[in-house]
């Protein structure tokens, strides 16, 4: 079958090495001059750095394995640590090397800054969702859901609260707490220990898959057409028409604001987050004490020792920080990270729409369409996560395993 692509993200790439590994003569479009879609690198005063910083849990594991098979060894490019939360308020979680549930437990009761009955009361809700197979009765938002559990603590402000918006891009207030239960199942409720490891980047984003998986679409002979934005598609008797190139079959792995371009019957419509990285550079013998540190605010969330002195801080969700010019903000999140000397150098990237709101009850399409040759691929199809690099991995899988006829996978 001659099947098309459309969009280089990473859930149009993971479709694209499933569609060619399963024989498919897969054509490639993307809009961009390199691959990667939100999570690409950029080249900034001659540095290669990140869109925007991100962080990988254990748990993803259909992105791990897509990055083995095409040759990008995971082991080799993350710094893996056991998951530690620490903030300057004196509060830390951290996770012992001990099986699941085990590490769990134990980091929850050795927890500094907690009272030893909140870890109770929180030890005893945990066990209880996962009674219930993190499944709610209905969808909350995560505030209501942790009002009504009691989770009106320190664990709450310093943990729960920061883990909402860092996985789902949503504050608490807004964000859905059924998406926020399933990324705990899938982290602190697995019964596999590695998967609530932190897998921090040690290169660039290009490097982890963007690059591999085109050179590997390139040598399985693969037809990638970068800088190349689809401006029609048509569905035929016989297929799908794109820019009125004939295809067998289609896989729209675009964002939802542009799906909806090629593809006016995909009904979801979505509010978007912002995220912005602030790099700042200091003195090349600057250290973080753990590669990852909760900020507290009042911009930044968490900041990401990227070596070399080079400091990435990120600022989640909206919020006052969008008030601030790149100078203004780069002063901020100095202050805030209180450090000896000064930055010599700063590059504030912002994303305004990083992610769709990940809030109670908002439609996520899946991947069927009304044409069967046409398949949709993107995070925001993928129900059951928020807007993630694992929910794009997965979406393009599935999408592909639908034209190949194959069952999209019996784990999920
Ligand atoms: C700053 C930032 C930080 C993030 N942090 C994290 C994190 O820490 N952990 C995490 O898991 N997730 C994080 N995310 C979310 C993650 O990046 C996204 O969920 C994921 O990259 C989405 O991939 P996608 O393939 O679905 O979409 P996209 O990455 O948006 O890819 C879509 C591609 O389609 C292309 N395209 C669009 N229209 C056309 C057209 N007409 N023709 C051809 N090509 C087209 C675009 O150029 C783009 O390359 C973050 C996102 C941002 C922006």
Request: with cysteine.
């Amino acid at each position: 079958m001659k099947t098309a692509v459309i969009g280089g993200g990473w859930a149009g790439l993971a479709a694209a090495v499933e569609l060619t590994a399963a024989g498919h003569q897969t054509t490639l479009f993307e809009a961009g001059r390199v691959a990667g879609g939100r999570a690409r690198s950029v080249d900034v005063d001659g540095r290669r750095l990140d869109n925007g910083q991100h962080i990988l849990l254990g748990a993803y594991r259909e992105t791990l394995a897509l990055m083995r098979r095409v040759g990008a060894d995971p082991d080799r490019l993350f710094d893996r640590r056991p998951l530690q939360i620490i903030d300057r308020s004196g509060f830390r979680l951290a996770l012992p090397r001990l099986p699941a549930p085990l590490h769990v437990a134990w980091g929850l009761f050795a927890a500094k800054g907690v009272g030893l009955a909140e870890k109770l009361r929180t030890a005893w809700w945990m066990e209880g969702i996962k009674a219930l197979r993190f499944q709610l009765d209905a969808d909350v938002t995560v505030s209501q859901w942790l009002d009504a559990a009691g989770q009106t603590g320190r664990l709450r402000r310093h943990l729960w609260e920061p883990l909402c918006l860092a996985a789902l891009n949503t504050p608490a207030h807004l964000a859905s707490a059924q998406r926020f239960a399933y990324v705990l199942r899938d982290s602190l409720g697995s019964p596999r220990r590695a998967d609530t490891d932190l897998l921090i980047p040690k290169v660039d984003f290009g490097q982890l898959l963007p690059e591999p998986a085109l050179a590997w679409l390139a040598a399985h002979g693969a037809d990638i057409r970068l800088g190349r934005r689809v401006e029609t598609l048509q569905p035929t008797p016989s297929g799908v028409d794109i820019d009125d190139e004939p295809f067998d079959a289609a896989i729209i792995a675009t964002a939802p604001q542009h799906t909806t371009r090629l593809w006016p019957d995909m009904s979801a419509r979505y509010d978007f987050e912002p995220i912005a990285t602030v790099y700042l550079q200091f003195d090349r013998h600057t250290r973080l004490d753990f590669p990852l540190l909760n900020l507290d605010g009042p911009f930044g969330q968490w900041v990401v020792d990227r070596g070399d002195g080079l400091l990435a801080c990120v600022l989640s969700g909206h919020g006052d920080w969008e008030h601030l010019d790149d100078a203004g903000l780069a002063t901020a999140l100095q202050r805030e990270l209180q450090l000896d000397g000064q930055a010599t150098w700063y590059k504030v990237i912002r994303e305004k729409r990083a992610t769709f709101s990940c809030r109670p009850g908002i439609h996520r399409p899946g991947e069927i369409t009304a044409h069967r040759q046409v398949m949709l691929a993107g995070d925001y199809t993928f129900a059951e996560y928020p807007s993630t690099l694992e929910g794009a991995v997965r979406s393009g899988l599935r999408a592909a395993r639908q034209l190949i006829g194959q069952s999209p996978a019996a784990s999920w």
